[in-house]
């Protein structure tokens, strides 16, 4: 290539060219500016559903359910005789709750972008008219429920199926919370019967009521494909939080009582238990802190300040080390004290005690780590503290080696004020059978921060016990839902993760979440001044971002779908992120995505900007790039990989990973080496079976342009099908871009990062296409948004106002010649607004688009 001036003149093969092309007409045609052009508004309304080339309704089955229910079968989700793939949105809080006229024209507007599926998520949570609910928390409003019924009636008109939640953020009424509980009683209403009861009595009055506008009750509803038990929430996960440690009566007494069942019936008398339990126990060994004050290293980090001292405290006489922050850090660790020097063994329990109270309550944290990079936490412990000295006790096993740890008393920078240690200790051992006092039918239940004074056989038993009580409360809901109250609807329980991928496999269908760059709140949650979201682009990432965690938690024989999903705004790359979903969907030969969310707003529709992290439905460019998106996934542009790799657990190897690795385990926790790049080139699935841990190793296919490549060194991805082809990621001005049938030539942006798509909307493939719609985003932001940062982290609450404003893209894209086509640039409702012009030559069109047409997209087609 060479520059002339400020314009860039890429060369093109030979096959392109003609005498014609080759003199001035190709100078006019492949001038690509090398300046990044200005933000210009664009905002697609909110009622639209007009005809356009950016129409997806035609690929909606109405009404929805015609072919009956949405059924499970061969590990996927079928509609009647045929596979279905779900693209769904989200709606919380009020947004669930349209009036009749805004119903009608979202469900149209819905379905113009292909979303053929709604999960109703937070109807729960807040009172009408943001909620299903009146203030007893018991009874429906009228209202709601009305405008409910009407929205899915409209809903199914349009082709768009229901996925309706159950409990998500009610706070079951009659109860207290104690300190440290955790939000909406999670994991205690997976145990506790009178929860399970207000759980039950909820879902018969919503399944079981008829809507008027349908003439079908909700289990009789095959517009309903789904219905999902408990959100986010499990037993095994809270108990490994440590929120269940200090519940008090009559939580306690419940789960304690539960818990002696179990051992009754797995030993029968105590000689038993005590006989089981005996192997193993150990005394505490010596202490292994120095005492001398040096042996602390007290660390400040970013802005962060607080100081550090010695003192004998008045009351107590013992030492006291004291710590005063006079300025918080914009993360907790920014203040904290560690003494290294430590070896741990591996299989060795260790056990921490230490005296702690601040003059202000806050939550410290207690961990130990490595001293060095990766900085790996072998365990941690969290404590709340107040103005009164309280003990700290835990115990962990360690299940690494490591001869250069450290304990580390962090999460100090939180707030000013002043903070008191005393009595610190790290010492080996400390595991016992039984306590005095403690005897089959009496044993307490086993908190998390003690449980590594247990024998192993002990530990064992106690993770067995929240295994099957767990799985218990999951698979007991099923029936209720399915034989008592006679729904028809596939039954998901909640997303892995939060509970145990054994514990949901025995649900109908498996479901996961994930975020990219999900708002972090350094210091109160959900303050909306203070919090970032780290502004990076996920294309290209080397550890593949989100995809391989949600690759690695699907299970062979079951549906898999994940029901939230998205790139939090305002992260400047949030477009890449349903192109990105989609084309790994596809090829790991998912069922089923959901963006968090639609809306979360109650009838405020039209708000010309972005509203906040989450919400799509004015966001442009994650709206625009949906069509393009949808193909590779929902018409299956992008298909299954031929190869698979499926790592086989026997039950015993599944249930111990449950104990060592937490709720969160997945199929790289079984001593599997399976990089995460491996979920770009091949199906990635997880079962039960006789064999033990087993995989296959993946293939890489065949040298040449593949259909999806994940290129780490380019920081982007590609996309090259029969009827799809694209960049998302990083782009340089002039360089091309070789996508087989597709070439494109970015020019200048102002992040040098684009998304570029061309699909074929009508045709077979891009060599008899009739119809093509050209894609392309960049950053997207709101009128007057200002960045609190040089890194644009956060904006706090300077979101900016109405329009939305969008970097206009230039490219060039070459792609083989339709007959007699034009070109155009199209408008917010996806209309032809603008003729552009098309250079023939050698069976090849070239398209130049353009920054000055103001437009993300752009039609090809035969007049």
């Known amino acids: 290539m060479f520059d002339v001036g400020c314009w860039m003149f890429p060369k093109f093969p030979m096959r392109l060219r003609s005498p014609l092309l080759a003199i ?366 309280q003990e700290i006790h835990f115990s962990a096993p360690i299940s690494d080696s490591e001869g250069k740890a450290r304990l580390t008393i962090s999460n100090l920078a939180t707030a000013i004020g002043d903070v008191w240690f005393s009595a610190v200790s790290l010492r080996p051992g400390g595991i016992i059978a039984l306590r005095d006092g403690e005897k089959l039918g009496a044993t307490p239940f086993f908190r998390k921060k003690e449980i590594g004074t247990r024998t192993l056989t002990a530990q064992r038993d106690w993770n067995e016990f929240l295994v099957d009580t767990e799985t218990n409360y999951w698979t007991g809901m099923q029936r209720f839902i399915c034989d008592d109250l006679h729904a028809h609807s596939l039954v998901v329980g909640t997303a892995t993760g939060f509970s145990p991928w054994i514990v949901q496999s025995k649900l109908d269908v498996v479901d996961a979440h994930s975020y990219w760059q999900h708002p972090h709140f350094p210091h109160k949650p959900w303050d909306p001044n203070d919090w970032t979201v780290k502004n990076i682009s996920m294309a290209g990432a080397p550890d593949g971002g989100t995809l391989p965690t949600l690759a690695f938690r699907r299970v062979a024989g079951k549906p898999f779908i994940v029901t939230e999903y998205n790139s939090s705004a305002p992260n400047s790359y949030s477009s890449e992120a349903f192109l990105e979903l989609c084309a790994v969907a596809g090829l790991q030969d998912w069922d089923g995505l959901f963006v968090f969310a639609y809306s979360h707003r109650t009838d405020d529709w039209d708000t010309k900007h972005i509203t906040s992290f989450f919400d799509i439905d004015q966001h442009p460019t994650k709206m625009a790039t949906s069509p393009a998106a949808l193909a590779l996934f929902m018409r299956g542009d992008i298909r299954p990989s031929d190869d698979g790799a499926t790592v086989v657990v026997t039950p015993k190897d599944a249930l111990e990973s449950v104990r060592t690795k937490g709720s969160w385990v997945d199929a790289r926790g079984y001593q599997v080496s399976m990089p995460p790049e491996s979920i770009f080139l091949q199906g990635i699935a997880m079962q039960i079976g006789p064999m033990g841990a087993f995989h296959t190793f993946f293939k890489a296919p065949p040298s040449g342009i593949k259909q999806l490549q994940w290129d780490t060194t380019a920081h982007r991805m590609l996309i090259s099908a029969s009827r799809s082809a694209g960049v998302i990621g990083s782009v340089k001005a002039g360089e091309k871009i070789d996508l087989g049938p597709v070439q494109i030539v970015p020019g200048a942006t102002q992040m040098n990062w684009a998304t570029i798509n061309a699909t074929v909307m009508e045709g077979d493939n891009f060599e008899h296409a009739h119809k093509i719609l050209i894609t392309a985003t960049g950053t997207a932001e709101n009128t007057g948004m200002k960045w609190k940062d040089a890194e644009h982290n956060s904006v706090g609450s300077n979101w900016g106002t109405a329009p939305s404003v969008v970097e206009g893209i230039n490219a060039k894209i070459t792609l083989p010649a339709i007959k007699d086509a034009k070109a155009w640039a199209l408008d917010e409702r996806g209309q032809r607004k603008a003729e552009i012009p098309l250079s023939f030559a050698n069976g090849r069109m070239e398209i130049d688009i353009s920054s000055d047409q103001k437009t993300p997209w752009w039609e090809i087609a035969t007049p």
């Open 24 to 389: 001035i007409p190709a100078l006019l045609f492949a001038l690509i500016p090398l300046r990044a052009a200005d933000l210009f508004p664009f905002v697609l309304p909110w009622d639209d559903s007009t005809p356009s080339v950016t129409n997806l309704s035609a690929w909606l089955d109405k009404p929805a359910g015609a072919a009956g229910f949405v059924l499970a079968r061969d590990g996927h989700l079928f509609e009647g005789d045929k596979r279905f793939r779900i693209f769904g949105v989200n709606l919380a809080f009020g947004a669930n709750f349209p009036n009749h006229v805004d119903a009608e024209k979202v469900a149209a507007r819905m379905a113009k972008f292909g979303i053929n599926c709604v999960r109703f998520h937070h109807m729960d949570t807040s009172t009408a008219p943001a909620g299903l609910l009146e203030n007893d928390k018991k009874t429906f409003n009228a209202e709601s429920l009305d405008r409910l019924d009407y929205f899915i009636a409209q809903l199914k008109k349009n082709g768009i199926y229901a996925d309706l939640n159950l409990h998500v953020g009610l706070e079951y009424p009659g109860f207290q919370k104690w300190e440290g509980a955790s939000n909406f009683f999670k994991g205690v209403d997976n145990f506790f019967p009178p929860m399970i009861d207000q759980q039950r009595e909820y879902a018969r009055k919503l399944l079981t009521h008829v809507n008027p506008y349908t003439g079908q009750a909700y289990t009789d509803e095959s517009a309903v494909a789904l219905i999902e038990i408990n959100n986010e929430n499990g037993l095994i996960m809270e108990w490994n939080n440590g929120t269940l440690d200090a519940m008090p009566d009559p939580f306690d007494k419940e789960f304690q009582r539960q818990w002696n069942e179990w051992l009754i019936r797995k030993y029968g008398d105590q000689t038993k238990l005590a006989a089981a339990w005996e192997t193993g126990s150990e005394p505490l060994g010596g202490e292994m802190l120095k005492s001398a004050h040096a042996a602390w290293n007290f660390e400040q980090h970013g802005e962060a300040k607080a100081t550090q001292e010695f003192a004998t405290d008045s009351g107590t006489g013992c030492e006291v080390m004291r710590v005063h922050i006079t300025q918080p850090g914009t993360e907790g660790w920014h203040v904290q004290a560690a003494q290294a020097g430590i070896a741990f063994a591996a299989g060795r329990t260790y056990s921490v005690t230490l005296l702690a109270k601040s003059d202000t309550p806050r939550k410290i944290t207690i961990n130990l780590s490595q001293s060095h990079e990766p900085w790996k936490v072998f365990a941690s412990q969290d404590a709340n503290l107040t103005s009164e000295w």
